[in-house]
């Protein structure tokens, strides 16, 4: 893959990753780092690039993983006890707070039923339309319309 596909290709996808991040990571600077990482990624790994037919489910992928990554990475380093010098106080609170509703939500979304966890999964990490959703999986518009909110209702109660 040369520079100006990947550029024409992947870095279209940007605003879409960092929501994506956003999302999981629940802080701005993490976020922008690991979208950061994921570009690296992406353009140390190139030349394997063009094998990849669908970029965008690819990348939201990849996004999800290395959130995930990053969150286990942070909670095992406060399980060893590296973050002892970290002063405690409202950032590191935060932090721990953003952990745990993330763990909470994971396994929420885990728990819907099929349909459910489906259509929540196109729309947060594809970014997808309730339309695009509908075309994708061949239900009609109203049913996604109605899962998402089902699905939102059941995650809202989980975190609550």
């Known amino acids: 893959m040369t520079s100006k596909e990947f550029i024409d290709t992947y870095l279209p996808l940007g605003d879409a990753l960092y929501r994506v991040a956003f999302h999981i990571l629940e802080s701005q600077a993490d976020a922008e780092d690991a979208v950061q990482d ?3 990624k992406l ?3 190139r030349s394997t690039l ?3 037919r669908s970029p965008r489910p690819y990348c939201m992928a990849l996004m999800k993983n290395i959130c995930i990554d990053r969150i286990r990475k942070a909670s095992n380093a406060e399980e060893s006890g590296l973050n ?4 405690s106080g409202r950032a590191t609170d935060d932090g721990t707070i953003g952990n745990e509703t993330m763990k909470r939500m994971a396994k929420a979304i885990g728990d819907l039923p099929k ?3 489906e259509v929540i999964q196109m729309r947060i990490f594809e970014d997808l339309s309730n339309e695009e959703i509908s075309r994708k999986t061949g239900m009609s518009n109203l049913t996604v ?3 998402l909110s089902q699905a939102r209702k059941t995650l809202r109660k989980a975190l609550d």
């Open 38 to 40: 994921l570009y690296a």
């Open 43 to 45: 353009w140390n790994s």
């Open 50 to 52: 063009d094998a990849v």
């Open 84 to 87: 002892e010098n970290i002063p």
């Open 115 to 117: 349909g459910q966890r």
């Open 145 to 147: 319309r109605v899962l």
